[in-house]
């Protein structure tokens, strides 16, 4: 999709919900390994997906919440993700149903790059168990699909 070296960061300000959607984020943050943006949603397309995030820096913990929908099917019975951010690995998830969730990981102050005003995260989700639709039946989508991304909110931690 959009070369890292020049994607723009997505601002993200601390409590407010964002969503993955072409009315919404739609390219922003967008680095690599992303599908295009849908009315409600945006599907990885890759084993890794990374997102830029532009936001104030913080002094104490973050929890970072991501919501969406894993790529479960009858024949393709689990989905692992991993979070990476600038470089630090934050969770991992293995998922096994079809149904919304909402994952949750934790960065540290000293996680964040710095520069001048704005704290960065390149976040990169590894998703090795996507698959194509196409090559297990699942119609002919033949993206490498393993999680629709809808929602993400990094707010400080309690």
């Not at 790529?71 to 991993?82: A, E, G, N, S, V």
């Not at 979070?83 to 990981?105: E, I």
Request: glycine share 8%.
């Amino acid at each position: 999709m959009a070369d890292p070296q020049n994607t723009r960061p997505l601002e993200i300000e601390f409590g407010k919900v964002r969503a993955f959607s072409s009315a919404d984020i739609n390219s922003l943050g967008l680095a690599r390994g992303w599908s295009h943006a849908e009315e409600a949603h945006i599907w990885n397309d890759g084993y890794d997906v990374e997102l830029l995030i532009a936001a104030r820096p913080p002094r104490m913990p973050v929890v970072i919440r991501v919501g969406g929908e894993p790529y479960i099917t009858q024949t393709h019975k689990f989905q692992d993700m991993t979070l990476f951010a600038n470089g630090f690995r934050l969770g991992f998830w293995h998922h096994s149903y079809r149904d919304s969730v909402t994952m949750s990981a934790v960065v540290e102050p000293e996680q964040w790059i710095v520069r001048k005003a704005n704290g960065l995260l390149r976040m990169v989700w590894h998703i090795p168990t996507s698959i194509k639709p196409s090559e297990i039946g699942e119609g002919r989508d033949d993206r490498l699909l393993g999680f629709c991304f809808r929602s993400i909110e990094i707010s400080e931690a309690a």
